[in-house]
């Protein structure tokens, strides 16, 4: 008799989980003001009539990674959550998005670290944490700041992998200072024949001395050949394993993860007091075996893998942790059963990093106005305009109309005769009427332009209303917002309070008052 016994299958423990961090975006109000009674929640503002929050889970799929931890404010959540099970890609994907919230205000926010301590005990392994704003670059996958991180979290102890980006060359802004300004690049030193992080420069230390960088000689003799620029933004997207966490709650006093927590964690590496101190805590390789088992059942295609070369060092990806070691110079425990002193002297606890160069593709943090502004403008670069195929939408777009081939023009707006549209993004149930001009704007959904209006360099927001022959340039408008006919405007940003303060009578005071007077005489 045949046995048909099976033996039971082994569940291989979830390697990564991707954690997305969603704030509110006060760099981008009025855009990210409320529209009317609803909050307009950050991660939905579209960069070329997508959601910014589509970009950063699109990365993650792509890398292999099953699960999301999404993290909001309370108020925003019912939004994305719609969105994320509704309307996005992602609801029909394999990602399993866990959305969770946290209570704060646009005028009381919450630093990452806090949010990080809060949610720690949903986070059980390494992770992966990303900001919803981060545009990737197409040559820059996810999969390589994973596989980085594998191969050094193996062979030597590092800690966390860090992506850093060049900040595009100075050009002349399309958006007016009122605005606010790009993202400041950050001063950082780090080695590049290992690729590792050193050094972050922070406001405290621009503070005490805004021209020079205090490095200790002990660094500077270990890593002889340390570069440094001043051109790099941080992407604010780590690889981390699950033990920083455990850092991160005994360094309370720490509220800023780039400000604050990683500066700090990139000195435990050399600085032997920190290293003392939280070395058992950032470096037991008690789960050395536990680290090595999802690099043979990887979320990555390790076949692939290992016939190309891994991150910047040119080993093979089948190479074992130990012989890896070896190959770059580092001490690597005999045994993963050691003794935790002398696991944490053979951790380096290094931070890496990973440096992508502007030649090389483009990337952005859509964190402030300008930055989504230039968002917009380069993805209808990339994209050639032709009129819709349907014919319910094809009849929206009045064959007099003008539309350039580098514009976007979303489902169902309707475009009428002798209008002009120019290198401008224009989003889903708008409705624009008879001889508009429109040149290098951002319209997001439901905006209605009467006949004649001019815009120019301008962002509107979500149902944002302008009367005819109204003159708008380099302004923006808080969802919600109506501007009245004739009226013009010149590099304003442009929200509902000072709408309401205009609309307002202003003789209603004294009125007030005369019925004030004419009650006491009365009484008299």
């Known amino acids: 008799m045949m046995d048909f016994s099976v033996d039971p299958v082994q569940s291989v423990p979830r390697e990564f989980l991707a954690v997305i961090l969603a704030g509110f975006g006060n760099e981008?109000?009025?855009?990210?003001?409320?529209?009317?009674?609803?909050?307009?929640?950050?991660?939905?503002?579209?960069?070329?009539?997508?959601?910014?929050?589509?970009?950063?889970?699109?990365?993650?799929?792509?890398?292999?990674?099953?699960?999301?931890?999404?993290?909001?404010?309370?108020?925003?959540?019912?939004?994305?959550s719609h969105y994320i099970h509704s309307e996005s890609p992602v609801s029909s994907s394999s990602l399993r998005v866990d959305i969770q919230s946290f209570d704060e205000t646009q005028e009381l926010s919450v630093g990452t670290c806090s949010i990080l301590r809060h949610f720690s005990s949903r986070i059980q392994e390494d992770f992966v944490l990303l900001p919803c704003d981060f545009i990737p670059p197409q040559a820059l996958p996810l999969s390589k700041l994973l596989n980085k991180f594998r191969s050094e979290a193996t062979s030597d102890g590092t800690i966390a992998t860090s992506c850093w980006f060049e900040?595009?060359?100075?050009?002349?802004?399309?958006?007016?200072?009122?605005?606010?300004?790009?993202?400041?690049?950050?001063?950082?030193?780090?080695?590049?024949?290992?690729?590792?992080?050193?050094?972050?420069?922070?406001?405290?230390n621009t503070d005490k001395n805004g021209e020079e960088l205090e490095l200790r000689m002990n660094l500077l003799s270990r890593y002889p050949r340390a570069k440094?620029?001043?051109r790099l933004q941080d992407s604010h997207v780590y690889v981390c394993r699950r033990e920083v966490l455990d850092a991160l709650q005994r360094k309370t006093e720490l509220d800023s993860l780039r400000e604050d927590f990683l500066p700090w964690l990139c000195k435990v590496h050399y600085q032997a007091t920190k290293r003392l101190k939280y070395g058992r805590v950032l470096g037991s390789f008690s789960n050395f075996a536990a680290r090595t088992t999802p690099m043979r059942h990887s979320t990555?295609?390790?076949?692939?893998i290992a016939k190309t070369k891994v991150s910047a060092y040119n080993y093979s990806a089948t190479s074992s942790p130990v012989q890896l070691g070896r190959e770059l110079g580092y001490s690597?425990?005999?045994?993963?059963?050691?003794?935790?002193?002398?696991?944490?002297?053979?951790?380096?606890?290094?931070?890496?990093v990973i440096i992508h160069r502007e030649e090389d593709g483009y990337c952005v943090r859509t964190n402030n106005l300008p930055a989504y502004l230039e968002a917009n403008r380069h993805f209808i670069n990339d994209t050639s305009y032709t009129l819709p195929v349907d014919?319910?939408?094809?009849?929206?777009?009045?064959?007099?109309?003008?539309?350039?081939?580098?514009?976007?023009?979303?489902?169902?707006?309707?475009?009428?005769?002798?209008?002009?549209?120019?290198?401008?993004?224009?989003?889903?149930h708008c409705i624009i009427g008879k001889m508009v001009k429109i040149v290098g704007c951002v319209l997001l959904d439901h905006c209605v332009v009467s006949d004649g209006a001019k815009l120019e360099g301008s962002i509107l927001g979500r149902n944002t209303r302008v009367g005819s022959k109204a003159e708008l340039v380099?302004?923006?408008?808080?969802?919600?917002?109506?501007?009245?006919?004739?009226?013009?405007?010149?590099?304003?940003?442009?929200?509902?309070?000072?709408?309401?303060?205009e609309t307002e009578d202003p003789n209603e005071d004294?009125?007030?008052?005369?019925?004030?007077?004419?009650?006491?005489?009365?009484?008299?």
């Open 228 to 230: 440094l620029s001043s």
């Open 167 to 204: 900040s595009p060359k100075s050009e002349k802004s399309a958006a007016p200072d009122e605005w606010g300004s790009y993202s400041q690049s950050v001063p950082i030193v780090w080695d590049d024949s290992t690729g590792t992080l050193l050094y972050i420069d922070t406001l405290d």
């Open 300 to 304: 990555l295609h390790t076949i692939n």
């Open 28 to 80: 981008l109000l009025p855009l990210t003001g409320d529209v009317g009674d609803a909050p307009f929640p950050k991660a939905l503002l579209p960069i070329s009539n997508r959601p910014m929050v589509d970009y950063a889970l699109a990365w993650v799929e792509q890398s292999g990674i099953k699960d999301v931890l999404l993290i909001c404010p309370s108020s925003h959540r019912p939004s994305i």
């Open 332 to 352: 690597v425990p005999p045994s993963p059963t050691g003794s935790d002193n002398v696991c944490m002297e053979t951790s380096s606890l290094r931070v890496g």
């Open 474 to 501: 380099r302004c923006i408008t808080q969802g919600g917002y109506e501007v009245k006919g004739n009226e013009s405007y010149r590099n304003e940003k442009l929200d509902i309070s000072d709408w309401g303060e």
């Open 391 to 428: 014919p319910q939408k094809r009849a929206l777009i009045d064959a007099k109309a003008s539309i350039s081939s580098d514009s976007t023009i979303g489902d169902f707006t309707k475009v009428d005769e002798k209008t002009t549209i120019k290198k401008s993004v224009v989003g889903k």
């Open 510 to 524: 004294d009125e007030d008052e005369d019925e004030d007077e004419s009650d006491d005489e009365a009484a008299e």
